[in-house]
């Protein structure tokens, strides 16, 4: 099993930036990818950003594209999600997701799941 803990998130302004942090235990995979999704109510869980652990690959969805980083330490073995610009739409609970193999953009891909973390940007 994996756990991931998050961290970050808050209510800032539009314009403004905010940095989430997941961190990962238990079991360790060589091919592995990492990401965050988002999810409102009423709606589907949406991909937002993935890396590929080992390769450091990066994937984004258009809407956060050049606005948003993804970044990954491993000595430290977690995934940071650096955002910037934030803009209303971007309003959600933040999830991180682990799967084991290659990039995916569809959460049922995806085996393990951090709690959560919400994020408010007021205009």
């Known amino acids: 099993q994996v756990q991931l803990v998050e961290s970050g998130g808050g209510l800032v302004q539009a314009g403004g930036s905010l940095r989430l942090s997941c961190a990962a235990s238990?079991?360790?995979?060589?091919?592995?990818?990492m990401a965050w999704f988002r999810q409102v109510p009423g709606r589907e869980r949406e991909f937002v950003t993935a890396i590929d652990w080992a390769g450091d690959s990066t994937y984004y969805t258009d809407s956060v594209q050049g606005r948003f980083t993804i970044s990954r330490d491993i000595a430290k073995n977690t995934v940071s999600l650096q955002m910037n610009s934030l803009v209303p739409e971007d309003t959600a609970s933040y999830y991180c997701?682990?799967?084991?193999?290659?990039?995916?953009?569809?959460?049922?891909?995806?085996?393990?799941w951090g709690q959560g973390t919400q994020v408010t940007v007021s205009s």
């Open positions: 997701a682990y799967k084991i193999g290659g990039y995916a953009r569809v959460h049922r891909a995806y085996a393990f």
């Open positions: 238990g079991r360790t995979f060589p091919t592995r990818t």
